[in-house]
């Protein structure tokens, strides 16, 4: 079993082979994001992912690119994901990850800037076409006042 920690940029760490393919596939969907490229984002998960964001319904089975595509389409400049305090642990043909997610930019309608982070948690396995997110886990904590509301204002 293999344990990675990623705080520095990838080009000053040592990874094993599945530990830096793994990060390049996280790193292929921040970048998809960025192109707004809704095929490559569902792409990095397996087709029947458990996937748990921040969006109704409570789950949904994989990504469907088309609906990503949608909600790229959203925003009016590059939606913007950075990874901090990621740590990967690799097991044979499964990895479990998890740390910090900023996601940034502007949508086109009243909302406009967003900027937040949020948790994330994935768990990966090998695939015959390469390593997939089979779950994903996001969420934003909320305060437990008479308020409930998101708290968007935490940074790690």
Known sequence: MATATLNAPVSKVSFSSDEAAILALIESRHQAHHDKNGAIVA????????????????THPGVDPVEKQRWLDSWATPVELESRDFKLTVSGDFAFGHGFVRLSGTKKGPEGKVDF???????LERQAEGWRIVHEHVSVPFYMDATLRPAFDLKP
């Open 117 to 123: 982070w949020m948790r994330s948690t994935l768990c």
């Open 43 to 58: 792409a990095a998960y397996a087709p029947d992912a458990a996937v748990f964001s921040l969006a109704p319904p409570l």
